[in-house]
């Protein structure tokens, strides 16, 4: 028989305290490492009212950013911090893999989900806690389980933002509970956002209003609802996570999907946050749009500096997301690398695709040789000079 799962105040359960030893395991989940290009030049005004003291507005698609207020300021990022700690929940340990909680985690006060010490809960469960919930707790029994301590966690956290081009950030805890030198900014939270977006799990935590929280020992249940009222105020909100500290303000990471394209927002220090990021999400639905210059393996030219025609394909595809009004813009450029010497081998880079927005390049992929051209040998060479 099961029962509701009340705070401490209300439930005396008394359980021993277990030791959780060091688990690491592959990754559930390996998406690239890719770095969103940052085009904080060639991103236009965009809607009027806007509180927050930093924002970034992103396609998910793409990694481009269309608005951006002060994107590279480091802030406080309260419980937003959670995203990596999800992130590495999911890419470190097996979703089924039971926990047993710790005195130091069931201790964490503040934003919690009522962790008492000698609880089993699975690894799922807890990262639910985190996003949903806002679990402080949650975040520290799982570092603990993973790494061992919350200490060699965060090494893990700031390792994997530096990872994926999140340069301005610093954790020194799993939660975003306010310490020094913990801080990150708009636009590296919008990349840590994108990133936890493409692992299935992460992105279907996230967007729920409400769920329930399993517990195994003791098998109770707990009723809890997601801190991100815009899931409820804004139809295609699908996301991520909130976070309110003294010294942060009133923060929130937003996703929401229309006609089949993803824009991600981070406002901090916003006094109307969701306000904010609705405004912010539905002007780029309406200003802005993504563009395919090239698609993978399209032929864009021939190689010009040999006499056997070489053509070169794009390695990957190629779209831009960009305000509307800028599309005119939008230049082609290719720009050769490879030098005049044979042989070419098929596959092999010869140049890259470049786009540029008036004077500033904002994308570019690499180029490939269609097919092999070999050296001339010395016999031929022989007679085309004589």
Known sequence: MTRLKCSRTWCCVILCVISIN???????????ATKPIDKQAATPAGPSGVTANAAVLM????????????AHKRRPPASTTKIMTAILGFELGRPDEVVTVSEKAAA????????????????????????????NDACVAIAEHIAGSEEQFVKFMNRKALTLGAQNTNFVNTNGLPRQEHYSTAYDLAVMARYGLQIPQFQSITRQKETEI??????????????????????????????????????????????????????LNAPDRFGDAKKLLEWGF?????????????????????????????????????????????????????????PIQAGERLGRFEVWLGEEKINSIPLISENEVKEKSFLKRFISFH
Request: charged share 25%; with cysteine; proline share 6%.
């Open 22 to 32: 060091l688990v690491l395991v592959n990754p559930v989940y390996s998406a690239p």
């Open 59 to 70: 396609d998910v698609a793409t990694g481009d950013i269309l608005f951006n207020r002060q």
């Open 108 to 135: 964490v006060g503040e934003s919690t989900i009522h962790l008492d010490p000698g609880e089993k809960i699975t690894l799922y469960e807890l990262i639910t806690g985190a996003l949903v919930r806002s679990g």
């Open 214 to 267: 399993h517990f195994i020992e003791p098998d109770v249940f707990m009723d809890v609802r997601n801190t991100n009222k815009l899931l409820w105020n804004y139809p295609y909100a699908d996301g991520i996570k909130t976070g309110t500290t003294t010294a942060a303000g009133k923060c929130l990471v937003a996703s929401a999907t229309k006609e089949g394209r993803q824009l991600l927002v981070v406002v």
């Open 286 to 342: 309406e200003n802005t749009e993504t563009v395919r210059l090239a698609d993978v393996g399209q032929v864009i030219a021939e190689f010009p500096h040999v006499n056997k025609p070489v053509k070169v394909l794009t390695t990957d595809p190629l779209d831009v997301s960009l305000p509307k009004a800028d599309r005119e813009k939008l230049l082609t450029r290719i720009e050769w690398e490879k030098s005049t010497d044979l």
